[in-house]
């Protein structure tokens, strides 16, 4: 039995349905179709983007900020260190979520945010949030309430509002803003440079700048060292601002930078800081330096200038260091140069006897004239320099001639830096050229040449040193984060002069200490060796020297036998009640006894460490 045909009736009748229904399944699988195709874009072809975009708007990449090494003392003093300290920055990203914003202005206004909506606008909530914003934070900063507003609304992606916030205020401030109902403003940690020593040895810490990198002194001499590395950290916030811990990422911790000991010890430096500054006070000198070294080593013991910087009294202040940044002509300090290079080269023997004079001289072929303070007749070589005769070290320099005291003069380290490693560091002046015969006359006793006081304290350490001269060394140690320690050893640079003529000079020092210009820098008990000079000041703007006005020195070390220090005292144009009063012997002497005295106290409770040092090339 055949089945029965379709109703063709029935099929008209179906056929729009099917249409429908086709139609309908058009519209379902292009549905689909521009899903699946916008689904790829997004995650596929605009992934980056938006991921970027996220990032932006919810996710921080904090620098976990790494410390900088402190400086410190011989002892462990601190000089300088770096403290925690918080920063308050705006985030333009939550400061502009109209979402959040809408929220927190309806929290403020006790209302519903539906209601807030219906009420303002995107443009206005902002605003009146701004607002508020800004006139909290008016109430905890210095800036008015029109400058908060204006950076809470720039477009800058952050603005900082405070540095150096101490961390107790910076949890204050979060708690207020927690109850003000304010996100988009928010702290974070970073750090501050202080100086505890304050303007104790300040010209020679330096400074650092605003990334706290040094810019000068210790600070930039020993900043690859100091700086550390910061460390990062990626947080993630809600749309209210609040940190997601679950989003945290791994945190990588700061490298810290490592700490530098000075070889100076604050206590030594505090003594020869109040000597100097009483020096200055009772001289009414234009500026007193002292330094103190230890001759073996090279090592600076102490050093302080006045006028220094002060912070107390900026009329006064200065930011020259005057141990290195002044050269001065240095007179008959600068004698022994002279008598070095006789010695060594034989063009002089130790007994021999040198015609002085009769206070005045004339030299019958070069025509110049010198003259001493008294008549001295016929002196040894030793006398010489005891009675510091300018006659007598002219005669002896003529038969050391021109190449050799330039010679020696730079083998002790004048014209050229120290190597301390201090901005500012000055080489000093030497006429490497063609003499005049005035040149011929004034170099050898002092004049015509200019050194700093560092570098001539150097040179004497070289005498007391058995003739090698030493690098100043400055820094006594680096200590690393993970607690190792470096010792920065000593460096010889050369030997200066052979070991029997150093000694022979040191025999002539104490003679102008027992029996010369220098009997007031002598000390009972301690064998002092030590020299003279006053020398007339030059004025560089008038371009000759001034009368009546004196640069007076004092340069010595002890004990003679076996120095265990070297210290130069000078004062610039000091005044007295006439100018026969300003002489070395009279003014610098006795301070040099005074720092002798309180640095030998200080060493005999010193520790010491056994430092062997061997001299690299030269004269034996």
Known sequence: MSQP??????????????????????VLLAGFSLVTWRLAVVQIKESPRLVELAARKYQRHIVLPAHRGAIKDLSGEYLAHDEDVRELYTDRTHL????????????IR???AVDLRAELGDADTLAAY?????????????????EIRSQIASDKPEIVLAKLVDVETAKHWSTLFKDKHIFGIYTR????????????LSLVLGDTDNANKGRWGVEKLMDARLTGVPGEQL?????????????RSQVLDPLHGSDVHLAIDMQLQDNVEAICERAWKANKARRVVIVVTEPSTGTVLAMAARPHRDLSNPDVSTWTNHVIAEPYEPGSIFKVVTLAAGLDNKKITPGEKIDCGNMYYEDPVRKVKLSDDEP????TVKGVLVHSSNIGMYKISKRVGQDMMLDYATRFGFGSPTGIGLLGEKAGYMNTGKWSNTTYSRMPIGYEVSVTPLQMCMAYGAIANGGVLMKPRLIDRIVKPNGDTEVMPPQPVWQVCSVKTA??????????????????AALPEVRIGGKTGTTRRYDPEKKRYIDGSYLTSFIGMAPIDNPKLVCLVMLDDPKAESSAMVRGGRVAAPIFAEVVRETLDHLAIRNERPIKVAAKGGVQ
């Open 189 to 200: 940690p970073t750090v501050a440079r202080r100086f505890p020593a304050q303007d104790r």
């Open 110 to 112: 006790g209302v519903k």
């Open 235 to 247: 947080i993630e916030r809600d749309k209210s601002g609040h940190e997601l811990p679950s989003y």
């Open 503 to 520: 000694g022979l000079l040191r025999d002539f020092l104490e003679g102008v200490v027992l029996e010369g210009t220098g009997k007031r």
């Open 376 to 379: 001295l007749g016929m002196q």
């Open 96 to 107: 502009r979520e109209v979402i959040t914003v809408r929220h927190r202005l309806a929290a």
């Open 5 to 26: 045909l379709p109703n063709q009736i029935q099929l008209r009748r179906d056929r729009p349905v099917c249409r429908r229904m086709l139609l309908l399944l058009f």
């Open 130 to 146: 701004h607002d508020h914003v800004a006139k909290v934070l008016s109430g905890i900063l210095p800036q008015s309430e029109e």
